[in-house]
């Protein structure tokens, strides 16, 4: 996020005015997700510094949630995660540095990457269409993703930016795959020509929206509804899309 937009998200925090997955719709490895790695006595390693680095990330996102952004403070998050405020403030200026790094970092680990996205393309238009959904889905059902969920229906009211990255840099790359899928079926007289771009954003708002919204709300949803409901809005988008 650029100066400009997190000064102004300064301003309102403090209240100023002037200041196999083909087959399962479980979490795909697309990222580090690695456990904590504790430091004994000594200077900690690369690898014990960012793991604990990522562990106050979480953990501020965590109580961003549980307490509300006004609410939640350094000296909370500091304690939950068992470091000074010093160190914390060593890294991040204020709690909306703090708050925005945590948000990003959880927006990243929600991004696939193309050649993930290009391995589930194997031939069949329909397979990969619900691959693909299933990929998505799971990846809300995961900590992560429903950290970063609850946080964009929380806070994006007043900082709409955070649903913008999320859009532009974890949910855009999917649906231009799924449109460069369509183009092809298109190029191959299995389905009809259409706008690819809107059949794709419409289909992933169906597909994935209203499974977000139930799982994010808390609702426990059996894998078996999942392939039914991913099965269904699949063959309804492709029916629709049939030549005549």
Not at 115 to 143: C, H, N, W, Y
Request: net charge neutral; aromatic share 6%; proline share 4%.
């Amino acid at each position: 996020m650029s100066a400009r937009k997190w000064h102004l998200m300064r301003i309102i925090i403090s209240g100023g005015t002037g200041i196999d997955a083909r087959e399962s719709f479980s979490e795909v490895d697309v990222t580090n997700t690695s456990s904590p790695v504790r430091r004994g006595a000594g200077r900690p390693t690369r690898e014990q510094a960012e793991a604990r680095h990522s562990e106050l990330l979480d953990t501020a996102l965590d109580l961003f949630l549980e307490h509300g952004l006004q609410v939640a403070t350094i000296e909370m998050i500091a304690a939950r995660v068992g470091m000074t405020k010093r160190t914390v403030y060593g890294l991040y200026a204020d709690k909306a540095a703090l708050f925005g790094a945590a948000v990003q970092r959880a927006i990243e680990r929600q991004i696939v990457p193309p050649t993930t996205l290009e391995s589930f393309d194997r031939g069949d238009v329909a397979d990969t269409l619900e691959a693909i959904a299933k990929l998505r889905i799971g990846q809300v059902m995961t900590p992560n993703g429903l950290r970063l969920q609850r946080i964009i229906n929380t806070e994006s009211y007043r900082f709409p930016e955070i649903l913008t990255a999320n859009y532009e840099q974890a949910a855009k790359p999917v649906i231009e795959f799924v449109a460069g899928l369509l183009d092809r079926a298109v190029a191959a007289g299995t389905i009809a020509p259409t706008d690819t771009a809107l059949a794709a954003t419409a289909f992933m708002s169906m597909v994935v929206g209203g499974q977000v919204r139930a799982i994010v709300s808390g609702r426990t949803i059996t894998p078996e509804a999942i392939d039914r409901q991913v099965h269904f809005t699949v063959h309804l988008l492709l029916d629709g899309l049939r030549p005549r």
